[in-house]
C-alpha cells in the first residue's frame, strides 16, 4: 500500500492538476489492473527503493571524492583524443544550465570542446548566461540560430562545428561526473576502433538529490529495438555520425533512441562499449522525459515510427505494438510456418503429462507442429497407456529412452528425431497459458543470429518462476525477480520487454535445430544440472544471442517430475556438475555482460554490490 501511494503522489506531482496528465495516470492504472498486472508494477518500486536506499553511501564509498587526483590515469593514456560535448540549449532554467556547463569546465580529461547550440531562446538571461560561461574558455564555442529549429536541428548544427574524434551528448539541464571524459577516453585508447560508447547513469530529482541509478547490461540488440536501454552517456565516432546524416528530423524525443539504433546497424555490435561507471546526472523535472511520459504527447508516435522505420532497415516483417508497460514488436512467422517439433522429456507422472498435452492441444494457435515425447522408461500403468493412446491417435511421436536419467541425452534425443525446422524443449511439467505463446518464441527464433528463444514461466501461483538466469549469481547462476507476482517489470521495464540473456533454462525454449545440431547439443555429460546453461554458453560461442520474451506465458510445475531436491543422490550429482560447469566458464560466470559489474553476485538480484566488481581507470 505504501508503495502504490509512493507511485501515485511521484504521477500527481509531476502531472500538476493537469487534466490530460491525470486522465493519463488514472488510464494508466485501470490497464494494468485490468491485465492483472498493477502488484506487479508496485512491487518494482517496493524491490527499487529497498535496493537502491543506501545508493549515496554506496556512491561516497566507491565512486572518486570531489577533486580527486587523476594524473595518474591520464598519464597513462596512450593518446589523448580531442572529445567534442554537444549541447543544444532552448529555455532551461538558468541555473541548471550553468550547472550543465560547469560539470564540463570541471571535467579532469582537459582534450574537450564544449560546442553549444542555442536553439533561438527567448529568454535572454540563456544568452547572458551562454555569453559569461564562455568568456575566457577558448575550449566553448557558441552558436545561436536565428529561428527555433527543433532538438534534431540543433544538435546537427552543433555536429557540424565539431573537431572532436567523438561526439558526446550532454542535454542542457544534466550534468557529467567529474571523470566522465577521462572515462570515455581511456576506453578509446583500450579500443581504438570502437564506434559507441555509453555509461550508467541515475537521475537528480527536485532537490538536486542523486537518486534512482541505471546500472545497464551491456549491448542488448533485443532490449534497444524496443526500449532505448542506452541513453546517457553517449559518445559516437564523429566520422560515423556525419557518415549517418547525423539527427534524424520529425521525431522529437525519440531522435536520440533512433540514432543509436542507426549507429549500431552502422558499427556491428562488436564496436559498442558499456563503460558500467555512472557518468550521466539525468534531471528530473516538469517537461523532461526523465520524470515522464506523458510530459511530451509525440512521444509515442514518435517512437512508433523508430520501431517501424528500424524494421524497415532490417528488412524485418513484424508490427509495433504500444503496451502499458512499454513496446513490443509483432515479429510474423514465416510464410508458409515451418514445422515446429515439441521435444517433451518424461517418465511416469502421467498426470503432469496429460496436462501438458491437452494444454498443448487446446490453447495453442500454432498449428503446424508435432509432439516427440521421449519416454525414460515409464514404469506406471496409467502413464503407459497413456503413451500407447498418444501414439495410436497420431498425436504424438514415442521415443523410447531406457538409460539412466539423463535430462541432456534426452533432448538430445528428442531433436535428432525430430522433423521440424525448429524444436522446442519443453518440460512434461509445463502448462500452456498463452494461446500464442508458439507464434511467438518461433517469429523470434527464426531470425538471423538467435538461438534459444524462451518463454517467461509462472509457479501455479502465478508468480514469476523464470525470466532468464543471471550467469554467477548465487553460485553458477541464478533467476531474477522469482516470486514476484505477474506483471513485475523489473528496472527500467526490463522483465517486461523481450530481452537478450547470457543463459536461460529450457523447460519451454524454442531453437532453430540445426544451430542446436551444430553445436551437437547438449552435453550429455552434465545429465542433471546446468546442461541448459552450457548449452547457451556454446550457442554464444558460436555467434548465437539468447533471448526471453514477456509475451510467451506458461506455468512451470517445476520439477515436479524428478523431486530433485528431495533424493540426496540427484543433489549430490547436480552439486558435482555445478562444480564442473563453473570450472569450465569461469570467465563467463564472473562477468556476465547481460548484467552489470556494480550489481551484486550474492543475494537478490539487481542489489548494489559492495564493492562493484569493475572501478574507474581499469
Not at 535 to 561: D, I, N
Not at 596 to 617: E, H
Amino acid at each position: 500500500m505504501r508503495a502504490g501511494l509512493r507511485v501515485l503522489k511521484r504521477h500527481l506531482r509531476y502531472a500538476g492538476g493537469n487534466p490530460r496528465k491525470l486522465l493519463w495516470v488514472a488510464r494508466r492504472a485501470v490497464n494494468l489492473a485490468r491485465e492483472g498486472a498493477l502488484p506487479g508494477v508496485l512491487e518494482r518500486h517496493v524491490v527499487q527503493d529497498a535496493q537502491y536506499a543506501d545508493y549515496a553511501a554506496w556512491c561516497a564509498r566507491y565512486e572518486p571524492p570531489a577533486g580527486a587526483d587523476h594524473s595518474a590515469r591520464i598519464a597513462a593514456l596512450g593518446r589523448r583524443p580531442l572529445l567534442s560535448i554537444l549541447i543544444p540549449v532552448y529555455d532551461p532554467p538558468i541555473a541548471f544550465l550553468a550547472e550543465a556547463i560547469a560539470s564540463v569546465r570541471a571535467q579532469c580529461y582537459a582534450d574537450w570542446e564544449l560546442v553549444i547550440v542555442d536553439d533561438a531562446s527567448r529568454n535572454s538571461s540563456v544568452r547572458a548566461c551562454l555569453a559569461q560561461a564562455a568568456a575566457g574558455e577558448p575550449r566553448i564555442r557558441l552558436a545561436r540560430r536565428d529561428d527555433n529549429g527543433g532538438i534534431a536541428q540543433a544538435t546537427n548544427d552543433a555536429l557540424a562545428l565539431a573537431r572532436g574524434e567523438y561526439c558526446g551528448f550532454l542535454d542542457h539541464d544534466d550534468t557529467l561526473a567529474p571523470d566522465a571524459l577521462l572515462c570515455i577516453a581511456e576506453a578509446i585508447d583500450r579500443d581504438p576502433g570502437i564506434a559507441l560508447l555509453f555509461s550508467d547513469e541515475d537521475k537528480l530529482d527536485t532537490a538536486g538529490a542523486r537518486t534512482r541509478p541505471h546500472f545497464k547490461p551491456a549491448w542488448d540488440g533485443e532490449w534497444i529495438r524496443t526500449t532505448n536501454c542506452v541513453l546517457h552517456f553517449m559518445s559516437v565516432r564523429t566520422s560515423l555520425l556525419r557518415a549517418l546524416g547525423g539527427v534524424a528530423a520529425g521525431i522529437d524525443g525519440a531522435q536520440d533512441w533512433d540514432l543509436v539504433l542507426r549507429v549500431a546497424e552502422a558499427a556491428g555490435r562488436e564496436r559498442i562499449a558499456h563503460l558500467p561507471f555512472v557518468l550521466y546526472h539525468w534531471r528530473e523535472i516538469p517537461g523532461s522525459t526523465a520524470a515522464a511520459a506523458f510530459e511530451k504527447p509525440a512521444l509515442v508516435e514518435a517512437q512508433r515510427r523508430v520501431i517501424e522505420q528500424t524494421l524497415v532497415r532490417r528488412g524485418e516483417a513484424g508490427q509495433a505494438q504500444a503496451t502499458t508497460q512499454g513496446w513490443r514488436i509483432r515479429y510474423a512467422v514465416p510464410a508458409p510456418p515451418p514445422l515446429v517439433s515439441l521435444v517433451i522429456p518424461t517418465r511416469d507422472r502421467v498426470e503432469l503429462l496429460r496436462n501438458c498435452i491437452a494444454s498443448v492441444i487446446a490453447r495453442s494457435t500454432y498449428a503446424t507442429r508435432e509432439i516427440v515425447i521421449v519416454d525414460n522408461d515409464s514404469r506406471d500403468p496409467a502413464a503407459v497407456a497413456y503413451l500407447d493412446e498418444l501414439a495410436r491417435s497420431g498425436i504424438a511421436r514415442i521415443v523410447r529412452y531406457a538409460q539412466p536419467f539423463n535430462y541432456a541425452a534426452q533432448c538430445n534425443l528428442g531433436v535428432r528425431e525430430a522433423r521440424g525446422a525448429l524444436v522446442a524443449l519443453v518440460n512434461n511439467d509445463i502448462e500452456v497459458t498463452t494461446p500464442e505463446w508458439l507464434d511467438e518464441l518461433v517469429g523470434l527464433a527464426v531470425r538471423p543470429g538467435i538461438g534459444l528463444v524462451g518463454a517467461t514461466l509462472y509457479y501455479p501461483d502465478r508468480t514469476l518462476q523464470h525470466a532468464g538466469v543471471i550467469l554467477g549469481l548465487n553460485g553458477v547462476g541464478d533467476r531474477p525477480w522469482i516470486g514476484t507476482p505477474r506483471g513485475y517489470a523489473g528496472p527500467y521495464g526490463r522483465a517486461r520487454a523481450v530481452r537478450e540473456v547470457s543463459a536461460l533454462i529450457t523447460a519451454c525454449a524454442v531453437v532453430v535445430r540445426d544451430r542446436y545440431l551444430a553445436v551437437d547439443g547438449m552435453n550429455e555429460a552434465l545429465a542433471v544440472s546446468c546442461n541448459d546453461l552450457d548449452l547457451c554458453l556454446r550457442l554464444s560461442r558460436a555467434g548465437y544471442h539468447h533471448l526471453v520474451t514477456p509475451f510467451a506465458e506458461l506455468v512451470h510445475h517445476e520439477s515436479a517430475s524428478r523431486g530433485l531436491a528431495d533424493d540426496p543422490a540427484n543433489a549430490r550429482l547436480a552439486q558435482d556438475e555445478e562444480a564442473r560447469f563453473a570450472a569450465a566458464w569461469p570467465r563467463e560466470l564472473a562477468d556476465d555482460p547481460l548484467y552489470n559489474s556494480n550489481l551484486t553476485l550474492n543475494g537478490n538480484a539487481y542489489a548494489l554490490a559492495w564493492p562493484p566488481r569493475a572501478s574507474r581507470g581499469r
